[in-house]
């Protein structure tokens, strides 16, 4: 019986199925183990085989750690809510629904196919009304909180109105917009309804805000930043511009402080951590006001060197800062309004990013130095954003270099402030120089300058010390269609919560997917669509990370209609213990599930502070471009000739990507190049040996490329398994790496020639129950040790190679002990799932699967060298090996030197002055 890759696989993921081998239950005294890809976006086209390369590692040791005695987790669903599926409704006019359905279904078909371990008795989809029921729920007690700094958590929004009951504002030190009102209990009593709830909602963790966004006309929505690049979408292409909204936000910075504490906790890769402290980004400094006594109004700005504020010699402002239209004066409103229409058009990410422009607007008005009193000048410039900060920034040229270059682009005055500090130089004052420009800090150092000029901001009430954080509140509404219902109406303006038995609230039906003709979102065009058939509902939808920032709760527990995840399970699984994704999930989705998770640990719904123990970021596998050769006539102009890669140097040619799947080790298959594209049909070839060999280049897969390989294809030809083991074997998993079709045919060699321990020659089942040979032990406990070792610090690929050489060394050996064949497939079952099943039970073990046997006991007298084999050498020439026990001392070798008849042959009857003896090292004999 040959080894039949596809009637194995097909039967194996039947009894899989049938039988819900990976069925996890928290019923059980074995210790857990909770295993966690990032869940994908169905996108219409499927899986390329560049998708499953962290699934197959995660799958890998999740198998091992059911071998290890553990009860794993290792769930699968879909983050099914999101533009592109929009899109294609609204270009065809379908319901985003049924293409996210039809995606599923292809995506579980190819997952299948490559023969994971998941729980699919857990799947969730985030667009299930039963899941974002969830979702809205979370957003409900987000919106029902405020974040108290005295306890440093989240408390239920009734804890804070008891306060203002009792105490008024008093004493209350919360995260909150910066224009509370100070009041009594009493004046609290008498507010309005609408007093009351305008004012809780500059306290809630949910709450409405004017905000900047990217505004992205053509799609009619908001986008994130990471979803437009160099100003436009990155859907499509279309122009995005900076746009003022009244947007729903996650008071996401309450518990900045608590992020950057726990990423010391955790074991993430050292560049994602840094990614997230950087973004996160605390600053230790000074809050200073400088005031515009035109307007009775001060510009706040927040600087960490409040030391150089006597270099201040002007203010910038964000375009979008709500004081730049009272600032300007009227001789410089239109180059203020073309300033800011220019700005619109820019991205936050350019403005960051464009560090060699200089531009910017003067306003005409001036504001008050807080410690001189002399009048400054306030600009607008694009470098500063509003939602940064405060949006305004005290300029000292003479310690900031973007301040410095653009003082000397519009001949600003330029301050000195150091002793020791050259102002050309791309540097900080020197933080060891003494001052020179102020009565005040004349002569004093950094040290004793900072806590002095904070005390006298302080006692002129134009400043204070203040830590400040990079990070901003996340914008939470999208003005799409396909996404989850926010539970909000609204009465009087104001926005208030539907009840929580009227959860889920469902997407209603609309006639186009389009904002109306009035510019409202999509959802503007539901009829009738009102809460108690008067109210309007929030016309926005969440964002796509809203359903991703908790889905590992419900996989816990995805059955529950009464929580979103019961005690019991969420105290028996408490966190993620290994979560496999991408790094470019760094600074959105991994920030966000912290957030949310920290808040629902507040509110006591379970007790992990971080949701993610451990983290890997896999490197994508990059396609591996194949091209040929157009001949060019003497014009330049292409002809129908195509000259092989060896001989393109002899002609003047253009090279074109050509489909990687009808090459084949660099071979392209000529009949089917014709029949790729009608003008190739009567295509002529310039050959090498008889070949046409195509050349190669590593490139991102893209369909645009033709170099994606789909893994249907190489498992139809190869197998599952080869695909799994050709995944690992091509490099470390975190490391980038090009996709080679040219080398999956041995790793498909290897397969087979497992399949042949089992067999003779013939085909026929053949195992022995005999005792194996030290050497078969041996090689058996190598590799139980070499792949526990490798998986444990998730070195996959060095596993596949071993794997190859345990293999040999047995083939070598004529190995089919039933003792060395059964842990080998135990061993291997991770990796090569269906074969192993299918020798498994060819060995007769009872009916069940290998998922659940144990994992062998690695056995280190099984590698200790009993035997050595001497080189033999006679007057320092090496003559032959001699294998002997290595406990015998020289007295015992000499006598059997003088025993062996090799041995004497070589000494050709010549006495023997001389042995030396190395124990386990050489033997040298003196003639």
Same mark, same amino acid.
């Given at each position: ?92 006019g ?14 579980r ?13 857990r799947e ?18 987000l ?29 209350i ?18 507010f ?5 709830q ?14 900047t966004v ?33 947007q ?38 000074a ?34 800062h ?17 300033y ?24 005409g ?31 000292v040229?003479?310690?900031?270099? /973007? ?19 050259d ?28 806590p002095?000029?904070i ?41 208030h ?12 039906e ?27 509902y ?28 019961s ?56 396609? /591996? ?23 393109k140097?002899?002609?003047q ?16 298959d000529?009949?089917?190049f ?11 070839f ?6 046409y ?79 194996p ?6 090689a ?18 060095t ?28 061993v ?8 192993t099943?299918e ?12 998922s659940?046997a ?74």
């Amino acid at each position: 019986m040959d080894y039949n890759h596809q009637s194995i696989e097909q039967k194996w993921q039947k009894f899989w199925a049938d039988n819900q081998t990976f069925k996890t239950s928290e019923s059980t005294e074995k210790p857990k183990y909770y295993v966690l890809d990032m869940f994908p976006y169905p996108s219409g086209a499927g899986l390329h085989v560049g998708h499953p390369l962290g699934y197959i590692a995660s799958d890998i040791f999740s198998r091992y750690k059911r071998l290890k005695g553990f009860n794993v987790l290792h769930p699968m669903g879909y983050d099914s809510f999101g533009l592109p599926a929009e899109q294609y409704a609204i270009q065809t006019g379908q319901h985003p629904a049924i293409t996210t359905e039809a995606n599923i279904n292809r995506y579980r078909e190819q997952l299948d196919n490559i023969g994971f371990s998941y729980d699919w008795s857990r799947e969730v989809r985030t667009s299930d009304p039963e899941y974002y029921k969830w979702t809205q729920w979370i957003f409900m007690q987000l919106f029902d909180a405020w974040y108290n700094k005295e306890s440093d958590k989240a408390e239920p929004i009734s804890n804070l109105i008891s306060k203002f009951e009792t105490s008024g504002s008093e004493g209350i030190n919360a995260e909150s917009d910066d224009d509370v009102l100070s009041f009594s209990a009493e004046e609290w009593r008498n507010f309005s309804d609408n007093e009351k709830q305008t004012e809780l909602l500059k306290y809630r963790l949910a709450f409405l805000r004017e905000s900047t966004v990217n505004w992205c006309a053509a799609l009619g929505t908001v986008l994130a930043n990471d979803e437009v690049i160099n100003g436009v979408s990155e859907r499509g292409g279309y122009p995005v511009e900076q746009k003022k909204m009244m947007q729903w936000s996650m008071r996401i910075t309450a518990y900045a402080d608590r992020l950057l504490r726990g990423l010391d906790t955790v074991d993430w890769p050292e560049p994602l951590v840094e990614m997230q402290r950087n973004w996160i980004g605390k600053s230790v400094g000074a809050s200073v006001k400088f005031p515009v006594p035109q307007l009775n109004e001060n510009i706040e700005v927040f600087t960490t060197r409040v030391d150089t504020i006597y270099g201040v010699s002007f203010v910038v402002l964000a375009p979008e800062h709500e004081l730049v239209s009272a600032l300007t004066t009227d001789s410089q409103k239109t180059e203020i309004e073309s300033y800011i229409d220019k700005t619109s058009k820019k991205s936050e990410l350019d403005r960051l990013a464009d560090t060699k422009t200089v531009s910017g607007a003067f306003t005409g008005s001036y504001a008050k130095h807080p410690l001189t009193g002399e009048d400054v000048q306030i600009w607008i410039a694009d470098y500063i954003l509003a939602g940064y900060g405060t949006g305004a920034v005290m300029a000292v040229p003479s310690g900031d270099q /973007r301040d410095y270059v653009f003082a000397k682009h519009f001949n600003l005055p330029i301050i000195p402030i150091s002793d020791s500090q050259d102002i050309s130089e791309e540097a900080d004052p020197n933080k060891d120089g003494k001052y020179i420009n102020s009565d005040f800090i004349n002569g004093m150092t950094y040290q004793e300058a900072v806590p002095a000029l904070i005390e006298r901001l302080e006692n002129l009430k134009l400043g204070k010390a203040k830590i400040n954080f990079r990070m901003r509140d996340a914008i939470f509404g999208r003005q799409r269609y396909w996404g989850e219902p926010v539970p909000v109406y609204f009465k009087d303006g104001l926005p208030h919560l539907i009840k929580e038995e009227e959860l889920p609230l469902l997407l209603p039906e609309v006639d186009k997917y389009l904002p109306t003709e009035t510019g409202e979102p999509p959802l503007g065009r539901a009829e009738g669509w009102k809460y108690q058939d008067q109210y309007e509902y929030e016309l926005s939808t969440m964002p796509g990370w809203a359903g991703s920032s908790w889905y590992w709760f419900r996989y816990m527990d995805p059955k529950n209609q009464s929580n979103f995840a019961s005690q019991d399970a969420v105290d028996y699984w408490k966190a993620v213990d290994l979560y496999i994704g991408g790094s470019e999930h760094a600074t959105g989705h991994l920030l966000y599930s912290r957030f949310w998770n920290k808040f629902l640990k507040d509110l006591g719904f379970h007790n992990e502070e971080e949701p993610f123990k451990k983290l890997i970021n896999q490197g994508m596998i990059q396609g /591996r471009s194949n091209f040929v050769y157009r001949v060019l006539d003497n014009e330049g102009k292409g002809t129908n000739q195509f000259v092989s890669y060896g001989l393109k140097d002899q002609y003047q040619v253009y090279p074109l990507h050509v489909d990687v799947n009808i090459v084949h080790n660099d071979v392209l298959d000529l009949e089917k190049f014709k029949q790729s594209r009608p003008d190739y049909k009567d295509a002529e070839f310039i050959l090498e040996n008889g070949k046409y060999i195509c050349g190669t280049e590593v490139e991102k897969m893209s369909k645009s490329k033709f170099n994606v390989v789909n893994p249907d294809d190489i498992i139809e030809q190869y197998g599952a398994d080869t695909l799994r083991l050709y995944e690992m074997f091509l490099g470390p998993l975190e490391q980038a790496k090009p996709w080679n079709t040219n080398g999956i045919e041995g790793v498909y060699k290897f397969l087979r020639k497992v399949w042949r321990l089992f067999h003779d020659a013939e085909g026929n089942f053949r195992v022995s129950d005999e005792e194996p040979s030290k050497a078969e032990y041996k090689a058996l406990h190598k590799i139980i040790k070499k792949v526990e070792d490798d998986i444990e610090r998730f070195s996959f690929n060095t596993s596949v190679s071993a794997f190859m050489i345990c293999v040999n060394e047995l083939t070598d050996l004529k190995t089919n002990k039933r003792k060395i064949l059964e842990d080998l497939l135990i061993v291997l079952e991770p990796y090569a799932p269906h074969i192993t099943e299918e020798l498994w039970s060819l060995l007769g073990n009872p009916a069940g699967s290998i998922s659940y046997a144990t994992y062998p006991e690695f056995k280190p007298e099984y590698l200790v060298e009993s035997e050595f084999a001497y080189p033999v050498s006679i007057n320092g020439k090496m003559k032959m090996n001699l294998p002997l026990a290595l406990d015998l001392d020289q007295q015992a070798v000499e006598a059997i030197l003088n025993d062996n008849a090799d041995v004497q042959r070589l000494l050709d009857g010549k006495p023997v002055k001389k042995v030396i003896f190395v124990k386990g090292k050489i033997i040298n004999i003196v003639i």
